[in-house]
Antibody, heavy 123, light 107 residues
Framework: EVQLLESGGGLVQPGGSLRLSCSPSGFIFNNYAMSWVRQAPGKGLEWVSDVSTGGDSTFYAGSVKGRFTISRDNSKNTLYLQMNSLRADDTAVYYC????????????????WGQGTLVIVSS | ETVMTQSPATLSVSPGERATLSCRASQSVSNNVAWYQQKPGQAPRLLIS???TRATGIPARFSGSGSGTDFTLTISGLQSEDFAVYYC?????????FGGGTKVEIK
């Protein structure tokens, strides 16, 4: 069974930083592109970032580009999201998600999601 | 970026009836559309990919159709566990974007 466990969320002041982690199990992590998607309280889903299987190709939403960095350590089976210069509108539940297909095929199609970790940016 | 517009925002349906949810893309996305279901306090769950392919374990009462810019999710014979929010999403080009969601509520 595929499982994705996010951690690292919490309360942070505006301008601060947080690093989220995602620990997968139940599949060969190295073979799948991975993504972060967020959901502000009471709002819809917003794609944040995505990384290729090897970590060499990344994409970011315009709202986080230059502030967030996605990475993965395949040797440690872990996905990360480094979030800097946090703003109040970054407050959301952040989900880690796995692509449906192996490799680069349809990277944006998300088959499995974690339960999310809540990030609150407030003074 | 491609904007995905869902309608209606809220759909009131009686159990056992059919629900028809719409999603329109601001430009053609071919058939690269997925539908997700989200219940309160839970993560989204993939229902449909490639506009019409049910994901593993998804009941046959869920069906998707469409291509280009107009897409539909149909839920036939709504059951109590189907009352939730549904999101469409394209993955044709970067960035993949989600619609604003349709809440299916009990009438």
């Amino acid at each position: 069974e595929v499982q994705l466990l996010e951690s690292g969320g919490g309360l942070v002041q505006p301008g601060g930083s947080l690093r989220l982690s995602c620990s997968p199990s139940g599949f060969i992590f190295n073979n799948y592109a991975m993504s972060w998607v967020r959901q502000a309280p009471g709002k819809g889903l917003e794609w944040v970032s995505d990384v290729s299987t090897g970590g060499d190709s990344t994409f970011y939403a315009g709202s986080v580009k230059g502030r967030f960095t996605i990475s993965r350590d395949n040797s440690k089976n872990t996905l990360y999201l480094q979030m800097n210069s946090l703003r109040a509108d970054d407050t959301a539940v952040y989900y880690c998600a796995k692509s449906l297909w192996e490799g680069a095929t349809k990277r944006g199609l998300l088959a499995s999601w974690g339960q999310g970790t809540l990030v609150i940016v407030s003074s | 970026e491609t904007v995905m517009t869902q309608s209606p925002a809220t759909l009131s349906v009686s159990p056992g009836e059919r629900a028809t949810l719409s999603c329109r893309a601001s430009q053609s996305v071919s058939n690269n559309v997925a539908w997700y279901q989200q219940k309160p306090g839970q993560a989204p769950r993939l229902l449909i990919s490639d506009a019409s392919t049910r994901a593993t374990g998804i009941p046959a009462r869920f069906s998707g159709s469409g291509s280009g810019t107009d897409f539909t999710l149909t839920i036939s014979g709504l059951q109590s566990e189907d009352f939730a929010v549904y999101y469409c999403q394209h993955y044709f080009i970067w960035p993949p974007t989600f619609g604003g969601g349709t809440k299916v509520e009990i009438k």
